[in-house]
C-alpha cells in the first residue's frame, strides 16, 4: 500500500489549502484514513480521521475542530483535508496514514493506529 499526499504551500493566516492523498490497491474503502502533522521540533500528532467505507464518521484534534474538514471519495481512491482559517500554528508537515485495523474493530476512528504512511507535504502559515 502506497499513499502520496500533496496540496501543500505557502499560505497566509486565516486563508485555506486543501491537501490530497492518493492510496494505492483495491482496499482503500477498507481503510480508515486520517492526517498527522509534525511540526520542528515537536512531535507528531493526530489532525483527523475518517472511518472505512462510506466515511460516515469522523474525529478531529480539538486544536482544529470547526476549521478542519475530512473527507474521502472511495472512487477516487482519495482522503482530503480542507484547512480553513489557518494559523501560523498549523505551519508542519502533513502526513496521510491507512489504518487497517478499523475494519477488523481493533480500533476506531478515534483511535486509529496506522499501518501505512504517505511522505509528506509541507504547509507553512505566514502571519
Known amino acids: 500500500v502506497q499513499l502520496q499526499a500533496f496540496g501543500g504551500g505557502l499560505v497566509q493566516a486565516g486563508g485555506s489549502l486543501r491537501l490530497s492523498c492518493v492510496v494505492s490497491?483495491?482496499?482503500?474503502?477498507?481503510?480508515?484514513t486520517g492526517w498527522f502533522r509534525q511540526a520542528p521540533g515537536k512531535e507528531r500528532e493526530f489532525v483527523a480521521s475518517?472511518?472505512?467505507?462510506?466515511?460516515?464518521?469522523?474525529y478531529y484534534a480539538d486544536s482544529v475542530k470547526g476549521r478542519f474538514t475530512i473527507s474521502r471519495d472511495n472512487a477516487k481512491n482519495t482522503v482530503y483535508l480542507q484547512m480553513n482559517s489557518l494559523k501560523p500554528e498549523d505551519t508542519a508537515v502533513y502526513y496521510c496514514?491507512?489504518?487497517?485495523?478499523?475494519?477488523?474493530?481493533?480500533?476506531?476512528?478515534?483511535?486509529?493506529?496506522?499501518?501505512?504512511w504517505g511522505k509528506g507535504t509541507l504547509v507553512t502559515v505566514s502571519s
Open positions: 475518517i472511518n472505512w467505507g462510506g466515511g460516515s464518521s469522523t
Open positions: 490497491g483495491r482496499t482503500f474503502i477498507t481503510y480508515t
Open positions: 496514514a491507512a489504518d487497517q485495523k478499523t475494519l477488523m474493530g481493533l480500533t476506531s476512528v478515534a483511535t486509529m493506529t496506522p499501518d501505512y
